[in-house]
């Protein structure tokens, strides 16, 4: 199983960028997608979900209005459009697979991608 996150890097404050999360080793259209993030000191938080067609999204208030989360099952993949992106957006992004069994949850986690939004 592998989440493998990718399009993070430096960017100025109201710039953009779109994060890819490339899964593979399981049936990526069963399960529930979402990125979260950790900045330096602080819990990772939920910044973003999606189900597993994509017929529902969630945000975290802080995001709402300006990134945009989607995934393409037949890719394998889920995306973050990140707009207006503002300092306080700085973190590592981790990409999330979820999809609740009978009897466990099965829960997979990507290595974290870096964002940095200064100028």
């Known amino acids: 199983v592998q989440l493998v996150e990718s399009g993070g ?3 100025q ?3 953009s960028l ?5 899964a593979s080793g399981f049936t990526f ?3 529930d997608m979402s990125w979260y993030r950790q900045a330096p ?3 990772r938080e939920l910044v973003a979900a999606i189900t597993s067609a994509g017929g529902s999204t969630n945000y975290a208030d802080s995001v709402k209005g300006r990134f945009t ?13 990140m707009n207006s992106l ?3 957006d700085t973190a590592v992004y981790y990409c999330n697979g979820r999809r609740l069994g009978v009897i466990k949850t099965y ?12 100028s």
Do not use: H
Not at 69 to 81: C, E, F, G, H, P
């Open 29 to 31: 259209s069963s399960y």
């Open 107 to 118: 829960t997979f986690w990507g290595q974290g991608t870096q964002v940095t939004v200064s």
């Open 86 to 88: 503002k300092p306080e």
């Open 41 to 43: 000191g602080k819990e």
């Open 9 to 11: 890097g430096l960017v």
């Open 18 to 22: 779109r994060l890819s999360c490339a």
């Open 13 to 15: 404050p109201g710039g």
């Open 69 to 81: 989360i989607s995934r393409d099952n037949a890719k394998n993949t889920v995306y973050l459009q």
